[in-house]
């Protein structure tokens, strides 16, 4: 941070920005950079003096508060948090019912007979402890 005395002095208001980091403090506020409506990245540094009731309600921005940071976190938090362990449950489900109808479609006794039977709850056996192992 540049020092008051020697640093450079502006005077006005900054630009309207997004994003910016702030901190508040006695009587002022810091703030650093940000992005423009139109897309500009800033890097620079306002301390705004006074007090919150001194100050305006500020006119709103031009343009919308969004960028492509928080369009990424809205479609991890979708990926991560409800189509993944919704497909997890739902291939879990389609499993157990393809089991079911094989189990059903078998001849009594029939089970074992041949490779693929044998694989085929096996990996059944593997797919449904799966849970279970994971909390080892």
Same mark, same amino acid.
């Given at each position: 941070m540049v020092n008051q005395e020697s640093g450079?002095?502006?005077?006005?208001?900054?630009?309207?920005r997004h994003g910016a980091a702030m901190v508040?403090?006695?009587?002022?506020?810091?703030?650093? *950079? *940000?992005e423009t409506? =139109? *897309?500009? !990245?800033? =890097?620079d540094?306002?301390?705004?003096?006074? =007090?919150?009731?001194d100050w305006p309600v500020s006119d709103a921005c031009s343009g919308p508060y969004f960028s492509l940071l928080n369009l990424h976190g809205l479609f991890m938090t979708i990926a991560f948090g409800f189509v993944l362990p919704?497909?997890?449950?739902?291939?879990?489900a389609f499993a157990v019912c393809g089991?079911?109808?094989?189990?059903?479609?078998?001849?009594? *006794?029939?089970?074992? =007979?041949? !490779?693929?039977?044998?694989l085929g709850i096996t990996v059944m056996l593997m797919l449904l402890l799966q849970p279970m192992i994971a909390l080892l």
């Open positions: 450079p002095r502006l005077d006005g208001l900054p630009e309207q508040a403090a006695t009587n002022m506020l810091l703030m650093y *950079g *940000g409506t =139109s *897309g500009r !990245v800033l =890097s540094m306002w301390k705004l003096a006074g =007090s919150f009731d919704a497909g997890a449950g739902i291939g879990t089991l079911i109808c094989s189990i059903t479609a078998t001849k009594s *006794g029939d089970h074992f =007979s041949c !490779v693929h039977s044998i």
